[in-house]
């Protein structure tokens, strides 16, 4: 497909002297009232240059301008060339483009041969799965199939926390307080019971402490007894987050977590150490990082045994020599800004130039809004239980709304789970934001059901035209253009053709919510051209060419919604 802003320039390089392609391209502008145009040239800065006064310039670039096919009109007002594309050429090009393309619409292959990591979920075993975690999940798995999409070879890499000296304290409270049944049932409840039982009994016994770093060491040795409890514990939580993983539909190609570089931080502290950047402090073993206006990092306990950092010290090392990473991106939260600001530095220190690939994505806390989830668990919230009950509500509203689905369950399912997930990525990840369940199933808002629904109504049309939506899309370019120039295929078409634009965007900034904003855009501007126009006319060349705009739309919204790891279905 041509890349209209590309060929602009091209000819504005033309028309302009001393101003290369490039430099034009960066000073197009895409005006927001489409009556300025599809794009504007600005001539403000020109004026010194060409000792001309702007409206000048911008007439006289206007005039070579009008005799290019290219454009319907050109326009200058006061310092702007204004240039309005030529709508069937425009159509033509789109529309051959994303009926042959299809599910690869948008995609490409810029990042062919390079590996980036993606790091999202890590939860921690025997400790609480914060709101903070679904976050991760379904941040990460968006960022990891946007960057698959534009052909990066892609790690996803679940980094659980499953080691520590909570551990010791796990072991020794299911030993005096535990059921081995109740850890087989229920296993991330059963834990945290115990996790915060230890706390409250250690309040009146200090002792309960000394016991579990004496565990915590038996386990760091390898006794059998120790190790089989911990790999206990480990297997148990993992089956109950692969079932939350399997709902969300979300893989990880490794589970190596914190334990997995048990034997790989020696070498980490001899390498400090040989570098001369650790230092001893109260017995403990530090980096010190004032001169980076950052606090110390602790890497070794007085009592040899290592830490959270010191594992992400080692995890990155590793992953450099293992993988060899293009990129190597964490999607954690911002209260962990300086954790990473401090490993990042550190990895620098030691000398590696690979530091500045490594990138942590932060984002925002949610908030529940009052009543929004069972309080039971206090400020610990279960993310099976929010998606069960997005599903159960989505099944009362399709109920109450006649929704068309032949599989009731199923489609309450991914409008319901795709509800959370969209919700989700709505907003910047950095905002903080309150999670409310009017907002989240909300069928006329900016919602997952929304856009599901507007796919599935586009799905619809395609449906009830019957053969002749075959015969369309299968030559798309010899379709009769003069059908979809109006102003809302127009609009439509404009958002179809900026996809790929977006999901690069997106890509680079590592920010979902710019795919989720577009989409949301598009289906409201295909509901708008649904309204304004009828598709199924008598017509034939009429009724083809507005099947073959239908089909785009609906397409490039499938194709945005999966890069939000939601699904897709065809009726609802
Ligand atoms: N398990 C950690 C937590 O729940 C998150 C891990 C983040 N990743 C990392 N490489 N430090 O807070």
Redesign the pocket.
Known sequence: MINFKEKIAALLAEAVEGLSAEEIKDMLEIPTDSKMGDYAFPCFKLAKALRKAPPIIAQDIAAKLKEQDLFERVENVNAYVNMFLSRKFFMKELLTAVTAEKENYGSSDVGKNRKVIV?FS???IA?PF?I??IR?TVIGNSIYKIYDFLGYDTVRIN???DYGTQFGKMIVAYRKWGREEDVTNEPIKTLLGYYVKFHEEAEKDSALEDEARAVFTRLENGEPEEVRLWQWFRDESLKEFNRVYKMLGIEFDSYA??SFYSDKMERIVNMLKEKNLMVESEGAQIVELEQYNMSPALIMKKDGSTL?IT??IA?AVYRKEHYDFYKNL?I??S??NL??QQWIKIIELLGYDWAQDCVHIPFGLVSLEEGTMSTRHGRVVFLEEVLNRAVNQTKEIIIEKNVNTDNIDETARQVGIGAVIFQELSNNRIKDYVFSWDKVLNFEGETGPYVQYTHARAASVLRNAGEIAEKALARASGANMDYVIGDSAYELAKLIYRFPEIVVDAAEKYEPSIVTRHIVDIAQSFNKFYHDEHILVDNEEEKTAKIILSFAAKQTIKNGLQLLGMEVPERM
Do not use: C, I, M, T
């Open positions: 790091e890590s939860p921690n400790k914060h903070g975690h991760s980094h659980l926390g977590g914190e959270y594992r992400d995890a964490y954690v939260a209260q962990q954790h990473f």
